[in-house]
């Protein structure tokens, strides 16, 4: 693993710039967000807007995929995907999540978007799956 990188990824996994703000951390490795919300947030349009705005103006024109590694509990409003979905440059969402409720929320949120969306158990395999994505 690279000493550079809070994460366990390979070490092809650039970090180039990190985002905090009220509602959490963005990582962003190449095109691959990843985005840690803090605990007891709600994430919505509203909540996560200015979030999004400065996360769209840094990653520009290249496509991207959004992985919520969800280290914390917090809220999630699933009728807002429909906001990110209009991304065009945005080619899917990985959640990762250890636990049986994590996966069945996660269930739930995977029918309010309709682009590629996975869930997963751990960070390392929602960073393949995104690689993957963007190379098809």
Sequence with gaps: MNANVPHHLPNSAILQN????????????????????????????????????????YMGTKPWVYIANRINS???????????????????????????LGKQNAALEANFFNKDFIILENLSSAYDWATALLNK
């Design 18 to 57: 990190v985002l905090e703000m009220d509602i959490g951390t963005a990582y962003f490795y190449n095109n691959i967000v990843v985005v840690e919300a803090k605990e007891g947030v709600t994430i919505s349009y509203k909540t996560g807007f200015s979030f999004l705005v400065k996360g769209l103006q």
């Design 74 to 100: 917090y809220s999630v409003n699933p009728n807002d995907y429909k906001y990110l979905e209009k991304i065009p440059t945005l080619r899917g969402i990985a959640i990762v999540t250890p636990t049986d």
